[in-house]
DNA sequence: ACAGCGTACCGTACGTTGTACGGATAAGTG
DNA sequence: CACTTATCCGTACAACGTACGGTACGCTGT
């Protein structure tokens, strides 16, 4: 059922917030007997309430509750919903900038991109929700860029072409995760397995009759619903889809 | 701002919507005086509405008002919200399927699907916002997949394989194609253009200051930024990926 | 012609959402 | 000890999906 989300805030507001300074953050102590309300604090609890319940669930008053703080007080720090999802994101980018030492070659290093976002996405699903186009341009989304650029530095593509092949990637890799989580997530989010779906559904649709009309969707869907006893394999695809993928930027780079 | 929605109605109930007959569509006649509702009229009002202003204004008050109908009295004829959205999704599937001439030669009917399918969601962009795993079982739905797999039958891959370069088509073409989209509505709804959308960000953002942390995303940001006058160009970039997808395509086909 | 029934239609109401507004409290400052 | 200012939050409003119950009218049986 789920209501879903795209953020886009005040660009001002969400900029400051984006890039808001650390050092100084209290200047006034907290008052007596209470945990102070912050910013980070904020984000965090929403980045919580988003992981566990989905982005359709966060809103303004659970997040509060988690904080045992009033529901307006959360506007003391946040100018409102849709700039707290642009820094939600930020923030989530900024998590991800790991310092693993990067693999030699291009391949491995693509790879081990694709990789990570599918991570990404499967530990905070609901950012496959929220709108890509005019990113929060703060220092998560350019760390991001930055470091995904430098795995494709230096192997003799244009800086256009380098672009490019993040684009792809990332498209890629937003579609098939959604895949992914989405069957991860069917079952905790409808109460039925994806065999107990296929149950409710199949009585029904044997009984509305003819499918003569769809002899390959029947032949095709039967031989993967036997292999994997699901009606799709996700992972399987993704796994699939990043070798064709890599194969084709091979074609690209190793014709230099 | 604008929240979004997955559409996962009782399977049931959504079943019998999706198959119904109409042949034997109206018993009764309609009241004097009106123009009679039906579930077609409630399907083709809800699509109109998701079309001119995306799935976040998708609501049933306004659903009913575009008909001249009361709120609740498209719950005659349809279960709810979520039943109503798996429809939709349906019905724009069954008009995606034209009777054109398939091209000679698997490359150019990969790539008619990946544009085809592009077409669909630049025209009915809310499509990109609802769910994909346990797809509405309709003819629409059924009818698409089986159009898709007679695209990929007969050139050598096994059925597994048909159905994980469809999948893979499918998860690019979705990514790239969000692209597309909110680059293009971008505009129309934050109110302002992409060069309107720099100049607010980019005083605040040199302020903001030290960049040197970022250099690849410097220049190959603008690099872009000066081929395409813009912060990218995602129709480029889905040329770019959809070439890229189809070498590696055929280094599978070809190899064997 | 008329009674009775079943369906189509819809007004009202409830709970939930984001957030504008104004009030309360307390830390910092003179 | 007054005054300023930031923090915190209670109340209120409009919009949402939809449960519930009522009304009105076409159809069927007599």
Redesign the interface.
């Known amino acids: 059922?789920?209501?879903?989300?795209?953020g886009?805030g005040d660009?001002?507001r969400t900029?400051?917030l984006l890039?808001r300074d650390p050092s100084r953050a209290r200047e006034r102590a907290p008052r007596k007997g209470r945990t102070e309300l912050t910013a980070d604090r904020v984000i965090a609890a929403a980045i919580e309430v988003a992981d566990a319940e989905g982005l359709?669930a966060l809103s303004m008053r659970k997040v509060a509750d988690h904080l045992g703080a009033g529901t307006m007080s959360l506007y003391t720090h946040v100018p409102g919903k849709?700039e707290l999802i642009d820094v939600m994101l930020d923030t989530v980018y900024k998590e991800t900038l790991t310092t693993e030492e990067t693999p030699r070659g291009w391949r491995a290093r693509v790879e081990r991109i694709a990789r990570d976002n599918l991570a990404m996405y499967r530990r905070h699903p609901w950012i496959l929700?929220v709108?890509?186009?005019?990113p929060p341009?703060g220092p998560g989304t350019?760390?991001k860029?930055?470091h995904e650029?430098?795995a494709l530095?230096g192997i003799g593509l244009?800086?256009?072409?380098?672009?490019?092949?993040l684009?792809?990637i990332?498209?890629?890799?937003?579609?098939?995760a959604?895949?992914v989580v989405?069957?991860e997530r069917?079952a905790a989010?409808?109460g039925m397995t994806d065999q107990e779906?296929w149950q409710?559904?199949e009585p029904?649709?044997t009984a509305?009759g003819d499918?003569s009309?769809?002899?390959?969707?029947g032949?095709?869907?039967s031989?993967?619903g036997e292999?994997y006893n699901a009606?799709?394999d996700?992972t399987?695809?993704f796994e699939?889809?990043l070798?064709?993928?890599?194969?084709?930027?091979a074609?690209?780079i190793d014709g230099r």
Chains 1, 2 share one sequence.
């Open positions: 059922m789920t209501t879903e989300y795209i886009r660009p001002a900029l400051a890039w359709a849709a929700q709108a890509v186009s005019r341009l350019l760390g860029y930055e650029l430098s530095d244009t800086d256009l072409e380098m672009d490019n092949v684009t792809l990332a498209a890629y890799v937003h579609g098939a959604r895949g989405e069957a069917a989010e409808t779906w409710a559904h029904f649709l509305v499918f009309a769809y002899p390959l969707a032949r095709v869907g031989a993967s292999a009606p799709t996700p399987g695809a699939f889809g070798g064709r993928l890599l194969d084709g930027i074609v690209l």
